[in-house]
């Protein structure tokens, strides 16, 4: 039996298997808490303790992201997400909490009472709470790989302000 190479290819040889040294497993020490450190999941329960439906945290000076609250409210009969402005108090100690820089608002974030979402799972995970045929198509839009939905999120959300430009105050919902 012969074996066709294509052009430009050269045949494996198998080799001698290599030598494994042994390795020493170190150990390592859990370093204590700092003391500055912030419980920030138990500095922000109490957003969950009256009330848990999720959080929606969004850009309040976008355009493009007040748009987008809107038409989570039009389409939310049955009010089962709240907003927060990146930009404000309960904001920023939200993002922590989601593991998130304060002053981080490149993305939508959406916090639950045991887990944040972020970029596009965050829009998806809103699709599932609002109207029908929303919570359809996030059924759908989740087969397409978090890599290229999230490739697809960065480009407008970094190109946000250019394409639908911003307010100059924060808008609040309620």
């Known amino acids: 039996m012969a074996l066709n190479v294509p052009v430009g290819c050269t045949r494996l040889r198998a080799s001698t298997p290599a030598r494994v040294r042994p390795t020493v497993a170190a150990s390592a020490k859990e370093s204590p808490p700092r003391a500055d450190a912030v419980d920030w999941v138990a500095a922000t329960s109490s957003f969950f303790e009256k009330e ?12 493009l992201c ?4 809107r038409f989570v409210r ?8 709240r907003f927060e402005a990146l930009q404000s108090d309960a904001g920023k100690k939200l993002l922590r909490r989601s593991g998130r820089a304060p002053d981080d608002i490149s993305s939508v974030v959406l916090v639950e009472k045991e887990r944040s979402y972020i970029k596009s799972e965050a829009v998806l995970k809103i699709m599932e709470y609002i109207d029908l045929p929303f919570p359809q198509l996030a059924f759908f839009l ?9 490739f ?3 480009n407008v959300a970094n190109n946000r302000y250019s394409l639908f430009g911003q307010s100059e105050s924060c808008e609040i919902y309620e």
């Open 142 to 150: 989740q087969f397409v790989p978090l890599f290229i939905r999230d």
């Open 74 to 81: 039009n389409n939310d009969r049955n009010r089962r997400i």
């Open 52 to 63: 848990s439906r999720p959080i929606m945290l969004y850009d309040g000076v976008c355009n």
């Open 152 to 154: 697809a999120y960065d």
């Open 66 to 69: 007040n748009g987008g609250v």
